[in-house]
T-cell receptor, first 113, second 114 residues
Framework: TQLLEQSPQFLSIQEGENLTVYCNSS?????LQWYRQEPGEGPVLLVT?????EVKKLKRLTFQFGDARKDSSLHITAAQTGDTGLYLC?????????????FGTGTLLAVQP | ETGVTQTPRHLVMGMTNKKSLKCEQH?????MYWYKQSAKKPLELMFV???????ENNSVPSRFSPECPNSSHLFLHLHTLQPEDSALYLC?????????????FGNGTRLTVT
């Protein structure tokens, strides 16, 4: 069974601080997606990483896919209160015709003003 | 109009009730999904429909019954639920059911079974 462990589970920081969230597995994924879910809403896709070692930047967010495509990280620089939410990683398996993303356990981020 | 709309937003039902959750997508996507989100657990895939045909049923109890009358609408019919079925039920759609096709989620129905 493919599992994705995210760490930390909870993170409370002050505005302006930097943070990194990790997504780890013993399985290889063909690609990995990151979503953010704000309170009372559904998850929204932030980015998809496909190639091992790939780095993608989205303003203050930097996403990295591990060389072996088993893990990923999300780094946020100078966090803002608007970054508050649940961050979910989701891995796509190799092969298979049906979209069966494996979702991680989530990291709940609270950015205090 | 938002991409994926779910109604109702909140639902409280007794264990003997019958209710239905509705999902509508305005994105022209061909695949639709039901997910269950419980506290401290990863999102659980329940059902997948592609072009109105059910292609995945992840060992979900028969008290949950999906229906997809067309590619834009998806329902989840509920009957004789248990308190442990209380959760956020999320509908999603994607362009197709390719393995890495991004999901577009609705805002969910918060279900409480009393």
């Amino acid at each position: 069974t493919q599992l994705l462990e995210q760490s930390p589970q909870f993170l409370s920081i002050q505005e302006g601080e930097n943070l990194t969230v990790y997504c780890n597995s013993s399985s290889v994924f063909s690609s990995l997606q990151w979503y953010r879910q704000e309170p009372g809403e559904g998850p929204v896709l932030l980015v998809t990483v496909v190639t091992g070692g790939e780095v993608k930047k989205l303003k203050r967010l930097t996403f990295q896919f591990g060389d072996a495509r088993k893990d990923s990280s999300l780094h946020i620089t100078a966090a803002q209160t608007g970054d508050t939410g649940l961050y979910l990683c989701a891995g796509a398996g190799n092969g298979g015709a049906t979209n069966k993303l494996i979702f991680g356990t989530g990291t709940l981020l609270a950015v205090q003003p | 109009e938002t991409g994926v709309t779910q109604t109702p937003r909140h639902l409280v039902m007794g264990m003997t009730n019958k209710k239905s959750l509705k999902c509508e997508q305005h994105l022209g996507h061909n695949a639709m999904y039901w997910y269950k989100q419980s506290a401290k657990k990863p999102l659980e895939l329940m059902f997948v429909y592609s072009l109105e045909e059910r292609v995945e049923n992840n060992s979900v109890p028969s008290r949950f019954s999906p229906e997809c009358p067309n590619s834009s609408h998806l329902f989840l019919h509920l009957h004789t639920l248990q308190p442990e079925d209380s959760a956020l039920y999320l509908c999603a759609s994607s362009q197709d059911r390719a393995n890495n096709s991004p999901l577009h989620f609705g805002n969910g129905t918060r279900l409480t079974v009393t």
